[in-house]
Nanobody
Framework: QMQLVESGGGPVQPGGSLRLSCIAS????????MRWYRQAPGKERELVTL????????YLEDSVKGRFTGSRDNAKRTMYLQMNNLQPEDTAVYYC?????WGKGTLVTVTS
């Protein structure tokens, strides 16, 4: 069973940056699109970005355009989310998804 493990979250001040990583346990991940979702306190989970198997960023949520960039390195079985100019409204647990598999999430807290 595929496992996805996120890392890179933590506290950050407004305007700061973080890079999230999601590593998959199986190399077959290279054939599948991967997604970052996030869930803020009291809100539903939302799709942040979709990265195709070829590494194209096919979708990016409107509120993060110009600030977040998704990418992947299939040789490393890893997907990334570069987050710049973070704002308090970006505070959420960020989840990695591929096929029916989900990571446990990594918490990003943006606060002064």
């Amino acid at each position: 069973q595929m496992q996805l493990v996120e890392s890179g979250g933590g506290p950050v001040q407004p305007g700061g940056s973080l890079r999230l990583s999601c590593i998959a346990s199986e190399s077959r991940i290279r054939y599948y699109p991967m997604r970052w979702y996030r869930q803020a306190p009291g809100k539903e989970r939302e799709l942040v970005t979709l990265i195709t198997s070829d590494g194209d960023m096919a979708y990016l949520e409107d509120s993060v355009k110009g600030r977040f960039t998704g990418s992947r390195d299939n040789a490393k079985r890893t997907m990334y989310l570069q987050m710049n100019n973070l704002q308090p409204e970006d505070t959420a647990v960020y989840y990695c998804n591929a096929m029916e598999y989900w990571g446990k999430g990594t918490l990003v807290t943006v606060t002064s």
